[in-house]
């Protein structure tokens, strides 16, 4: 069956995480995202892609930091409360009930509800199609302890199809590799 060109994400699930920054007055701003991924082990390298009219994109540009927090599937109902568009120096950790917890390396805040959070510093950024692709340097990494065993927990996790629907539930399998 033939799609139309522009449904493709739909054939791709995707983590979601909520990016935290902060303004240059120190408001903390949170967003989710799921075009995103890892790009590199070494040095590692993260990469997300924004709409240039965020305000995550605003205040990145304002001080290069941002913190991706890796989002539950305890978050899907908070989804719709994180992605409105809220007055810019509004902070929609608070309006979700989330709790703002200090990172180590990073002036945004973490999420202290999330999965697992990764610290990152602004590497480079490209305008790529109508979004920007923004790449982070990491610089700290934790997770939940309980969502903890060698790898995060897959069931654990929210994953984005498109819209509104989700991925949740998800079963890790290890497979035989070549190396
Ligand atoms: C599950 C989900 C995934 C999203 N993924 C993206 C994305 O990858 N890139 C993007 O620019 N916006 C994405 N959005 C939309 C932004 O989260 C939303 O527009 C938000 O209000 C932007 O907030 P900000 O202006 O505070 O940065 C997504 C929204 C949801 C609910």
Same mark, same amino acid.
């Given at each position: 069956m033939e799609l139309e060109v522009?449904?493709?994400?739909?054939?791709l699930v995707r983590p979601v995480v909520v990016i935290t920054t902060i303004s240059e007055k120190g408001i903390p701003n949170a967003a989710p995202f799921s075009l995103n991924t890892p790009?590199?082990?070494?040095?590692p390298l993260y990469g997300f892609s924004c709409n240039p009219a965020h305000d995550t994109w605003k205040n990145i540009q304002e001080n290069g930091e941002f913190v991706v927090n890796v989002a539950g599937k305890d978050f899907g109902d908070l989804m719709h409360v994180l992605e409105t568009d809220y007055p810019?120096? +509004?902070?929609e950790i608070e309006h979700a009930g989330l709790t703002a917890e200090k990172a180590k390396m990073v002036k945004p805040p973490r999420i202290k509800e999330a999965k697992a959070w990764i610290e990152c510093k602004q590497e480079k950024s490209i305008e790529l199609g109508n979004h920007i692709w923004i790449v982070g340097r990491v610089m700290a990494v934790g997770v939940q302890e309980e969502s903890w065993? +060698?790898?995060?927990?897959?069931?654990?996790l929210l994953g984005h199809i498109a819209g509104p629907t989700f991925a949740v539930d998800m079963k890790a399998v290890n497979y035989k590799r070549a190396k």
């Open positions: 522009n449904t493709f994400p739909k054939l790009v590199s082990f070494e040095p810019y120096e +509004d902070n065993n +060698d790898v995060i927990a897959a069931q654990d």
